[in-house]
């Protein structure tokens, strides 16, 4: 890669990360989800990025990858638990990154920091050429240091 290429990665990755954060400030009680996406959305634009796919919302139970249609009413409750995913692009570079926001309670704070730490311990074994097993194994491990994590609708393995 020339130093270029690397500049315009950095350039997208800055901007989806304070988009991610300027975003994760407007999720909150009753707060409508198209107007959260569309305000992140304009954000991005304005700030010199594209999009590099629509902002992503996974509420509760929802696996990943949603967006609220033009039509969407949905609003953000107390006790929901909200993953956020922004990705920018410059002139083609992508930056994309996801965080996970609780509405109001601490009932998913556990599980939130096993995630963190668990993305932690991927990229301090993540390098070219590692197996993706490697990074896997350290993925569960940790996961696995926080025991058991069980929720209404969400759960956390442990080994049996």
């Not at 965080?99 to 990229?123: P, Q, W």
Request: net charge negative.
């Amino acid at each position: 890669m020339n130093p270029e290429e690397i500049e315009k990665w950095k350039e997208a990755g800055k901007l989806a990360r304070d988009a991610l954060h300027y975003g994760k400030k407007l999720i909150q009680n009753n707060s409508k989800m198209l107007e959260v996406t569309e305000k992140i959305e304009y954000y991005v634009i304005k700030n010199g990025g594209e999009l590099a796919f629509p902002t992503n919302l996974a509420v509760n139970n929802v696996g990943a990858h949603w967006t609220p249609s033009s039509k969407s009413d949905e609003v953000f409750s107390k006790g929901d638990v909200v993953k956020l995913d922004v990705g920018v692009h410059i002139d083609g570079y992508i930056g994309d990154n996801a965080l996970t926001v609780e509405i109001g309670t601490t009932k998913y704070t556990k599980m939130i920091e096993a995630s963190r730490e668990a993305l932690n311990a991927a990229i301090d074994v993540a390098t070219a050429g590692v197996n993706v097993g490697v990074i896997g194994h350290a993925v569960q491990e940790k996961i696995e240091q926080y025991g058991s994590v069980s929720y209404t609708h969400l759960t956390l393995p442990t080994k049996a």
